[in-house]
Every structure is written in structure tokens, then in C-alpha cells.
């Protein structure tokens, strides 16, 4: 198991998450002699996971069963421990394809957070791309860089504790792309252009507040960048039902025999198959301002020329 | 791009002034007059953060780093020297007179990195853009190509570098155009309060649209005839600032002739056909692909089958997400596969390598085991006519394919399924789900909602699969400006839907023993792996 790469049989030292039932989750580390606790009873790890096909279903001791699945970064977003606000899947969607993210794009990121995205960006740019992510709170860098070490893709990616405010990404001219989620991304901005390859890339920033992207775009066309386009992304859940609607009895069409006639009204009534929305959705995450940094021209140019004149004086 | 062409814009009135700024992100306070600013809006528009004209002085309020405010002050200095008169006879001043710096220099000077990877060729595929337009070329000498009403030719891209911006000039010819923004050339222009004033007259304008043809004659270009047009109108100064700017926007992109080239990629892409030709994608928007790349958890190195009638834009972006690793198995209805959308991405020829196709119409052979795809002599008794055996080779091409593709979907061990077409969705993902290996996620575009509510039960009748979910994407954009920041008036209505899940084994760990029906004949496999070896 990996989480950019496909295994067949459940081994010892994996993840995999165990699927109770209709939205109802834990993602367990598989060990030797271990046991996990679940609502339908124990499931052994040596007996009843290590060896198994991933997908299969497992029986509890109290008869029960789950179904054990392989990790992905979508599943992990669901399942993961939160240390902050995360990502979700439909943001990290939008973020993925709008940063033009592909196997061997270099990317930046800050904060790291809970690692939701990360896990997302190490999927799609394996097996040859990079993600440099950087968050100053101590304990957050360092449990994301241990999870990324226990989920096989601690080869691709590179924790830096430190302020990227101030300190920047730690990397000059690699980055295909950029992503911040961290509370005041103007100040970063200047950092991600630095980070960002000589030929231009793709930036991504995600604010909840539309102050903080008024902001960013300040900044953003302040340092250049083009394309300026903020969006905001929901994704609508259609729960499928099976409803019967009764239909109205309007009576025969010969009068009634009296206006006291206990006839007893038809209960006819259809079932039809629909979709309800959910009682309550996410209404808002936040907004997504993505920017396309331009090749740059000037500052080499003038630095080619300025050396070119020192060796003419 | 900043040319010596016009020493004027190099002159200014001090240079015994320093800067006075002395950390990074700090602006920059310069006082070196006007020239200044307007040098600084040439090369740098994007810098200045304010100018402001006193009666002693002109004030511009820049940010950047110190570095490159000082380079470009020390340069300033020597070529002011140059062209006052001090060094008129000096080395130094013929060389800088003789250095038309240009582009060429510029790229001299840029090209540590490997340039030659960023630059157009001829026969790539590119993207050309205005606005928000997108269109998907190849580029092809001597070829007009149509872009928004306008014809040009692309030969002039060939050599320049990707993102760079042309400007159709008089015979179709692309011109590399230089950074300048004609906001900041009425940036100075006087604003009025408000509107109260301003008569919609259709009088306003004093330039007439045969004015407006003549200047485009005289090779006037897309700027330029917008600065025309500001000068000549007659409420471009009494309209508020706001305005003004609507103004520019509006007759910029009227009159503008320029096209960016691009690179092609799937966000490029996808907003390309959604924009232009939603029909031939089945309506599928941008964002709602998206979901399906990243919710089929598509990445390098994995097996997914793809059934698309959506013009090959949803099989190119899984092969862009593959990144030429792994394998892509096309499963397409009718005579061939449709792909000219993967074409527009332009991949390098390895990527071939990863595509595989396979019929639809030998689904049922295939999972009944008795699809063969052993090589056969039909034309053995015809007479060897070059024809006949041209037509024998493609026959055993294809034959080939078919072998490779079945010894891919055989093992029922794929790692995702995408699709997306204007088929009924329920037939299509319940007969192409059989191929997933267990604790795999499937992802089902449909434009439409019922025919996904019956693959929703279906599914649940039959098993084999959880965390189902139909789903719809929404997107909203925004206009983010000073003080004018709201949603943007217009939005999709919608994006078509999603119904995804992950697949999961449908025997119970009691009956593991018991041999299952629906076994393919382990014979048959043999002999098709046997065959391709
Ligand atoms: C909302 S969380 C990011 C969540 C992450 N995107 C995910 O999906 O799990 C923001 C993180 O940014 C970190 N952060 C905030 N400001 C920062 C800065 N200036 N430099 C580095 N990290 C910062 C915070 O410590 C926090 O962990």
C-alpha cells in the first residue's frame, strides 16, 4: 500500500480504512497481533486483514461485517485526524486541475495543516514531481512529515518548519505552482513568485473571507501576475429516495347517495424514484483565486545587460 | 519589452539622487520626474503603486526589490551620461547604440534553463487565447488560421517562446508584442465624479466606425486605436473612474488584435470546449471533470478504462493526470475510437504507448470468455495484391490491439473507470465495472440526473459497490475589485452529474470457497496471454 500506488493484499504496517457502512468511516494502521475495536465487534488484524484482498468484506467477532478498502488521499480526507481545517475533495478538485498539476509538476505549499491536500498533490505529481510544503507551527510539520514517511510518499516531499511569510518556500525558480492556505496570503505572495519557475506557473490561493482575497488580488496583480480569477465551488449531494405519493380521490362521477355516504376513499398512490437534497450542505469553504505568473523578461534582461556594462567600465 | 528606440523616455532630471528605501516590500519613494514614470510603466507597470505630480515634483510610489530598482537606476544613469553629450564618442556609447535590445538579447540572456523545450515549434499543438476565448490549433506554416472573426497566419510563432503575446498586424502576420498596458496610459487621465453629466448620446465618440477601418489601414494597432478612442471621446474624462475603466476594458476588447499562444493543458481545454463547443462534450464543465480526475483517484502508474463520447477531452485529461505512466484502456462504441480532442493536448509520442482501445461490441465475448482473438486467415485464399495485403497488415494491427487491450481488461484487476458519454449511463458502468479489482473507485458523468438514479439502484441491488453518491458541482466566479468585488452576474446553470463510488468484492468471506459462476474459463486466458508474449 501506498497512497500514490496500488496494492493488491493488505500487509502488515499499511493503512487501510474500514467502511462500517453509509458514510461511516475509521482508517486504521494494520499491525501484527494488533485489534480494532468497531461497532459490529473486533477485527484481528493477522487473521482477518494481513493477506486479505483490499475491498474484501471482514467479519467482526459480534457477526457484523465491514468492508476494508485501500487508502486513497480522498478517502484520507474523510478519515483523516484533524489538526486544522482541512481541504475537501471538492475544493482539492478544483485546485488540482486549475493549478495544471500532473505527474512531475514541482509544487509549493503553506500551511501543511492536517495534510489533506498534500496527500492530493503527492497522488498526482508522482512519481517524479515534488511538493515543498511549509507550516510554522512546529507539531503540525512534524506529524504531517511522519505521516508522509508511513504513507510511502515521504520521497516526494520536502516539510519545512518556518514562517512562509517571511522566510519564503526555501526554494528559488523550481515551482510549477503555488497553493497557500494560510490566513494572510498577500504576504506570501511575493515568496511564491520567487518559488515559481522562470517561465511562469500557476498560483492558488484559499481564503474563507472575501476581504482576504481582495486582498491577494491586490497583491497578486501588484506583483504581476495575470489571469486573476477568483471562484467559489460547491458540491450539491442528491440523496436517491423511493417515495410514494397518494394520489386524491375525487369520488365517482355519479353523485353520492347522500352527503353522509361513508364510501371509503381509494388509497391509491405511486412510488417514484427521486433525489432530495440534503437538510443541510456546506454553504461556503472558501474562495479559490488562482493567477498564471507570466514568463519573466525584465529583471534577467536588465541584469544581463547591467553585468555586460560593468565589464565594459 | 523595453526598447532603446526612443531615448527620450531615458531622460530625467537627477541622478545624484539615491533611493531612499532601504528593505524589500517596502515602496519605494522616487523622485526623478516624469520620464520616470513613464519609463517605469514601460518595462514595469505592474510595480507602480501610485503617481502623483506636485508643483516641486513627481512622486511614484513602486514596489521591488532594491536590487531591481537599482539595477535599473544604475543603467538609467550611464545611458543618461551616454546620451547628454558626455560620452557621446565613447566606446560605451556605441555599443549601447548598437545594441538594439531586444527580445533576441533578452532571450541570450534567459536561456539557462533549457529554453528550447518552452519554445513553439511547427506541427505542435497550441492554444491560442484573447479574454477568456480559447481556440486549439496545430501550428502549420503558411496555413490561415481563424481565431474570433480574424484570420492570421501562425508562422511567426514558430521559435518564440510559449505565453508569449502577438499582434495581428496588416496581412494576417503575428508581431511579439511588448508589455504595455494601455490602463496605465490613462492612468493619469482626469476622472469626474460621477455619471450625472454624461448624455448617452451615441454622440460621445467622435471617431466614426470608418475612422475606426482607416486607423486599422493605416497599421495602427489594437492599443493604439484604444488610446484613439479615449482621446477622441468626448465623456472619457467626465465618466467616473470606474467607468473609465469599464470603458477601457470594453473597446480593448473590441479593438485589441492580440493573441496569446499557449500551451495546451486540460484546465485550458476543458474551459475551451465548454465555452465553445459544450455540444460536442456532452456539457461536461470544467469543474465537474475535475471531480471526476480526482474522484476515480486517476495518477500515474494505474490501469483505467475510460468509455467517453466527449470528443476525447475526458481520455486526454486522464492520460495528462497519467503522466505516460501506467495504462489508459479506451472502451469505445462503434466503428473506432474518437479522440481528436486528445490531439489538442499535444503529448509526446510515449504517451501512445500507454493508450489502449478496446470495442464495446466484444465486452460480452470477452467476459463470457469467448472472445478470440487468435490470428486469422480470411484473405489467405485471395489473390496477394498489394491491396489485399496492405488491408491484411491493418487487419492484423488491429487484431494486435485487440489482443493487447483483452490481456489488459482480462485479469478484471483495472484501478479506475471514468465515464462519460450520451449513453444510458446504467448498461455502460454495469457492464464495464466487472473489469475493476476490488476497493477501486468508478466515477459516471451523465448530463442528466434520472438515468443516474436508476444506475444508483441498480447498483444497490446488485452489490459490488459503496459510498455511492450522485452528486453536481456548482461554480460561482467573482469580480474582485476595489471596492466592486460581487459575484459575477452570470453563472452555468449547471454542470451535468456525478455518480461515483468504490467498488468492493460481492462474496462473503463464508462462501470463499464455493467456486463462482462468473469466473471467466481460466483456458481462454491462458491462451491470450500466451499470444501477446
Ligand atoms: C487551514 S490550515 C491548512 C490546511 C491544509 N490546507 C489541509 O488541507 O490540511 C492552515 C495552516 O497554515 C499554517 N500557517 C498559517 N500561517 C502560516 C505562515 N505564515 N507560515 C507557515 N504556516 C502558516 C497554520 O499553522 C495551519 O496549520
Known amino acids: 500500500m501506498s497512497f500514490v500506488e496500488y496494492s493488491e493484499f493488505i500487509q502488515e504496517g499499511d493503512v487501510a480504512i474500514i467502511f462500517l457502512g453509509h458514510d461511516s468511516m475509521m482508517p486504521i494502521k494494520v499491525q501484527q497481533g494488533a485489534q480494532t475495536q468497531t461497532r459490529y465487534g473486533v477485527i484481528r488484524h493477522s487473521k482477518d486483514l494481513i493477506g ?72 498526482t505529481i508522482a512519481p517524479t514531481g515534488h511538493l515543498h510544503t511549509v507550516e510554522f507551527h512546529q507539531q503540525r510539520a512534524e506529524k504531517a512529515a511522519e505521516e508522509f514517511r508511513e504513507h510511502r510518499v515521504g520521497h516526494l516531499v520536502t516539510v519545512r518548519n518556518q514562517d512562509v511569510c517571511k522566510e519564503g518556500f526555501g526554494v528559488t525558480g523550481v515551482a510549477d505552482a503555488v497553493f497557500l492556505d494560510i490566513p494572510s496570503p498577500w504576504e506570501a505572495i511575493q515568496h511564491a513568485k520567487s518559488a515559481m519557475k522562470k517561465q511562469g506557473g500557476r498560483v492558488c490561493s484559499f481564503s474563507p473571507c472575501i476581504e482576504q482575497v481582495q486582498k491577494t488580488c491586490e497583491a497578486l496583480a501588484g506583483q504581476g501576475f495575470e489571469e486573476i480569477s477568483t471562484v467559489e465551488v460547491l458540491l450539491r449531494v442528491h440523496e ?53 505568473k507570466p514568463r519573466i523578461h525584465c529583471l534577467f534582461y536588465l541584469q544581463f545587460v547591467y553585468f555586460g556594462l560593468i565589464m565594459w567600465i | 519589452m523595453f526598447e532603446f528606440d526612443h531615448p527620450t523616455v531615458l531622460f530625467y532630471n537627477s541622478l545624484s539622487r539615491r533611493l531612499d528605501a532601504t528593505t524589500w516590500n517596502e515602496p519605494i519613494r522616487v523622485d526623478y520626474g516624469e520620464r520616470l514614470i513613464h519609463l517605469l510603466s514601460t518595462i ?31 543603467l538609467l544613469g550611464i545611458l543618461n551620461e551616454c546620451y547628454s553629450g558626455s560620452y557621446k564618442s565613447s566606446l560605451l556609447f556605441s555599443w549601447l547604440s548598437s545594441q538594439k535590445i531586444r527580445r533576441e538579447t533578452v532571450l541570450m540572456a534567459d536561456n539557462e534553463d533549457d529554453d528550447s523545450q518552452q519554445r513553439v515549434n511547427e506541427g505542435d499543438y497550441v492554444v491560442l487565447k484573447r479574454g477568456d476565448i480559447y481556440k486549439a490549433v496545430q501550428i502549420q506554416k503558411k496555413k490561415k488560421t481563424v481565431f474570433e472573426k480574424q484570420w492570421f497566419f501562425l508562422d511567426n510563432a514558430v521559435g518564440e517562446l510559449y505565453g508569449t503575446t502577438f499582434e495581428v498586424v496588416s496581412g494576417g502576420t503575428l508581431q511579439p508584442r511588448k508589455p504595455k498596458h494601455v490602463e496605465h496610459a490613462a492612468d493619469a487621465k482626469e476622472a469626474g465624479t460621477d ?9 460621445s465618440q467622435k471617431l466614426t466606425r470608418d475612422d475606426i477601418e482607416t486607423l486599422k489601414e493605416q497599421g495602427l494597432k489594437g492599443q493604439e486605436i484604444v488610446q484613439q478612442l479615449i482621446e477622441n471621446s468626448t ?53 465537474t471533470l475535475a471531480q471526476m480526475l480526482t474522484l476515480g483517484n486517476i495518477h500515474a502508474g494505474s490501469k483505467v478504462l475510460v468509455f467517453e463520447t466527449c470528443a476525447g477531452l475526458v481520455l486526454g485529461a486522464v492520460m495528462e493526470r497519467m503522466g505516460g505512466y501506467g495504462s489508459v484502456v479506451q472502451m469505445y462504441p462503434g466503428g473506432g475510437p474518437v479522440r481528436a480532442g486528445v490531439e489538442s493536448f499535444g503529448f509526446p509520442p510515449h504517451f501512445n504507448e500507454t493508450l489502449h482501445e478496446f470495442p464495446i461490441q466484444h465486452v460480452n465475448a470477452l467476459l463470457a470468455g469467448t472472445l478470440d482473438t487468435d490470428a486469422k486467415d480470411i484473405d489467405a485464399g485471395r489473390s496477394p495484391t498489394s491491396e489485399g495485403q496492405e488491408k491484411k497488415v491493418r487487419m492484423e494491427e488491429k487484431r494486435k490491439k ?7 481488461l482480462q485479469g478484471r484487476n ?23 479489482a476490488p476497493s477501486r473507485p468508478f466515477v459516471v458523468y451523465s448530463q442528466y440526473k434520472e438515468p443516474l438514479i436508476e444506475c444508483y439502484t441498480k447498483l444497490r441491488e446488485q452489490g459490488g459497490a459503496v459510498s455511492l453518491r450522485l452528486t453536481d458541482s456548482w461554480i460561482r466566479h467573482y469580480q474582485v475589485l476595489p471596492n466592486r468585488t460581487h459575484p459575477v452576474l452570470l453563472m452555468s446553470g449547471g454542470g451535468g452529474y456525478l455518480l461515483s463510488g468504490t467498488t468492493v468484492t460481492t462474496d462473503t468471506p463464508k462462501v470463499n470457497t464455493e467456486p463462482t459462476s462468473v469466473e471467466e474459463p481460466a483456458a481462454k486466458r491462458v491462451k491470450l496471454e500466451e499470444e501477446t508474449e
Open chain 1, 52 to 123: 486479505q484482498r483490499f475491498g474484501t468484506k471482514v467479519t467482526c467477532s459480534k457477526g457484523g461485517w465491514v468492508y476494508v478498502l485501500h487508502p486513497t488521499p480522498e478517502l484520507w480526507t474523510l478519515n483523516l485526524p484533524h489538526r486544522t481545517q482541512i481541504l475537501y475533495t471538492t475544493d482539492i478538485a478544483n485546485i488540482t486541475m486549475m493549478l495544471e498539476l500532473k505527474p512531475g509538476s514541482v509544487v509549493c505549499e503553506s500551511g501543511t495543516g492536517s495534510g489533506s491536500l498534500s496527500h492530493a498533490i503527492l497522488r
Open chain 1, 240 to 292: 436517491v429516495r423511493s417515495i410514494t405519493l397518494p394520489l386524491p380521490d375525487f369520488g365517482p362521477d355519479k353523485p353520492l347517495e347522500t352527503p353522509t355516504d361513508t364510501r371509503i376513499p381509494s388509497n391509491a398512490s405511486v412510488l417514484c424514484k427521486t433525489t432530495t437534497p440534503p437538510r443541510e450542505m456546506a454553504g461556503h469553504t472558501g474562495y479559490l483565486t488562482f493567477a498564471t
Open chain 2, 44 to 74: 514595469c507597470p505592474e510595480r507602480i503603486l501610485n503617481a502623483k505630480e506636485t508643483q516641486a515634483s513627481t512622486w511614484v510610489y513602486v514596489v521591488g526589490d532594491i536590487s531591481y530598482f537599482s539595477i535599473l537606476l544604475f
Open chain 2, 195 to 203: 455619471n450625472r453629466h454624461i448624455l448617452d448620446d451615441g454622440k
Open chain 2, 235 to 287: 465623456t472619457f474624462r467626465d465618466k467616473t473612474e470606474f467607468a473609465q475603466e469599464k470603458y477601457i476594458k470594453k473597446k480593448k476588447k473590441k479593438y485589441e488584435n492580440s493573441v496569446m499562444v499557449l500551451r495546451p493543458s486540460c484546465r485550458i481545454l476543458a474551459m475551451m470546449y465548454h465555452g465553445r463547443e459544450p455540444g460536442k462534450i456532452c456539457h461536461l464543465r470544467y469543474d
Open chain 2, 402 to 408: 485487440l489482443a493487447a487491450a483483452a490481456v489488459l
Open chain 2, 414 to 436: 483495472a484501478d479506475g473507470l471514468v465515464i462519460a458519454s450520451r449513453f444510458h449511463p446504467c448498461p455502460v458502468l454495469l457492464g464495464l465495472i466487472k473489469f475493476l
